[in-house]
T-cell receptor, first 114, second 116 residues
Framework: AQKVTQAQTEISVVEKEDVTLDCVYE???????LFWYKQPPSGELVFLIR??????QNEISGRYSWNFQKSTSSFNFTITASQVVDSAVYFC???????????FGAGTRLFVKA | EAQVTQNPRYLITVTGKKLTVTCSQN?????MSWYRQDPGLGLRQIYY???????DKGDVPEGYKVSRKEKRNFPLILESPSPNQTSLYFC???????????????FGEGSRLTVL
């Protein structure tokens, strides 16, 4: 069975703080893909990043960074020096077993206060 | 502009009154999918289609129907809506089902449905 767990329902930080959003996944497949999506207050879903199961390199994109660890089945997302515009719901997702389905976590709502 | 368009964006209806939420994409994508978003549950897949005339159930297909007669359109049909189908619905598309792995899912803006 495939599962994505985002244990943090809501996180509130003050602007310029660093914040890490946790994502733990479960799958029996050896080939799988992990994603993060952002849903700002306007409601649309925006793709942020993907990782395949064979690439454990961490990635940095501006203030965003992702830490993929197969040993702990985690794919955590860190925002450095958070800004008010980062306030959104963030979803972690998993695709495996043929790729027809993408399983989403419940989401973490991030509030960044000025 | 490349986009996935859903209509209506907002709808309030009553139990049992059939409704259709349309989804259209202009990117010549093969793969299309419907999700519903509920608080605390994230997005759950309702149905997906790998290409014209090929559809399959996702994780929560009960109470829904879909059709894929043309590549660009993938309507979601609620034959007899019930209050537990009150939700935010998203349509998504991808160039091909293989690219679903690559995260190339393009989402519509969402349709908020309320069933009284």
């Amino acid at each position: 069975a495939q599962k994505v767990t985002q244990a943090q329902t809501e996180i509130s930080v003050v602007e310029k703080e660093d914040v890490t959003l946790d994502c733990v996944y479960e799958t029996r497949d050896t080939t799988y893909y992990l994603f993060w999506y952002k849903q700002p207050p306007s409601g649309e879903l925006v793709f942020l990043i993907r990782r395949n199961s064979f690439d454990e390199q961490n990635e940095i994109s501006g203030r965003y960074s992702w830490n993929f660890q197969k040993s702990t089945s985690s794919f955590n997302f860190t925002i450095t020096a958070s800004q008010v515009v980062d306030s959104a719901v963030y979803f972690c997702a998993l695709s495996s077993g043929g790729g027809f389905k993408t399983i989403f976590g419940a989401g973490t709502r991030l509030f960044v206060k000025a | 502009e490349a986009q996935v368009t859903q209509n209506p964006r907002y709808l309030i209806t009553v139990t049992g009154k059939k409704l259709t939420v349309t989804c259209s994409q202009n990117m010549n994508h093969e793969y299309m999918s419907w999700y519903r978003q509920d608080p605390g549950l994230g997005l759950r897949q309702i149905y997906y289609s790998m290409n014209v005339e090929v559809t399959d159930k996702g994780d929560v297909p009960e109470g829904y129907k879909v059709s894929r007669k043309e590549k660009r359109n993938f309507p979601l049909i609620l034959e007899s809506p019930s209050p537990n189908q009150t939700s935010l619905y998203f349509c998504a598309s991808s160039l091909s089902w293989q690219l679903v792995h690559n995260g190339e899912l393009f989402f519509g803006e969402g349709s908020r449905l309320t069933v009284l």
